[in-house]
């Protein structure tokens, strides 16, 4: 009874990528002894929300005293602003950014003509065919599952997002921050420091499509002090 109640105090809360939900994780083994949720996502207030505000709003939905983050790609950025807020137990990031120099230049470039701002969601969707090999989903259901995350989107949050990113500065990775990131990342190609868990040939979204080896790998990490 003792075990159960010290594990709810750690327990692991979900950060999901831009714009999707819960389903990007459910092909993850955890340790069945450690409680899990999934943060939903919340509106931004406006455009000019920054990262570290709406960080404060969404920390409301965690309750653990000591919770363990794992935010996947922008989920990562997220996990980072709410760790600031928090004091977190593990701090796991996977396909995303541990500071915001590692935020490739061409992204960047695009920003500067603040793209973002403009550019019609139903253009951005056009490019739906390619999103399979641009993310790296391969089986049915994967692809399927991305599909329907591209065209769940609001426009709005979007936007914010994209321009929040853009606009994020992170000078040096958090201390104890875990990183697990795949060399064959398209979307946030690899950008390798000392102490990172690194897949070959995983891709931006190897939470689904190397579902094993990430869950074992998240196993060792979640286990190595319980």
């Known amino acids: 009874m003792e075990a159960e109640s010290e594990n709810q105090q750690h327990k692991i809360y979900f950060i999901s990528g831009l714009g999707a939900d819960w389903r990007m994780f459910q092909f993850l083994k955890l340790p069945p002894q450690l409680p899990f949720e999934h943060l939903d996502w919340i509106a931004p207030l406006s455009l000019q929300e920054s990262l570290a505000e709406y960080a404060g709003r969404l920390k409301a939905q965690i309750t653990a005293p000591t919770p363990i983050l794992i935010g ?123 102490g990172m868990y690194i897949v070959k040939g995983g891709e931006h979204l190897m939470v689904m499509d190397r579902a094993p080896e990430i869950s074992a790998i998240l196993h060792n990490i979640l286990t190595e002090d319980l």
């Open 72 to 194: 996947l790609s922008f989920g990562g950025v997220i996990a980072i602003e709410l760790a600031k807020l928090l004091q977190p137990r593990k701090l796991i990031i996977i396909s995303s950014l541990a500071q915001s120099a590692a935020l490739p230049w061409y992204y960047r470039a695009l920003g500067k003509l603040k793209l973002q701002r403009y550019i019609p969601l139903k253009v951005l969707q056009s490019f739906l065919p390619l999103a399979p090999f641009f993310f790296g989903a391969h089986s049915p259901a994967e692809k399927k599952l991305l599909r329907q995350v591209i065209l769940d989107i609001d426009e709005n949050y979007l936007r914010w997002a994209l321009e929040q990113l853009l606009a994020w500065r992170q000078k040096e990775p958090l201390p104890n921050l875990l990183h697990l990131h795949g060399t064959a990342d398209k979307v946030l190609p690899l950008r390798q420091r000392p």
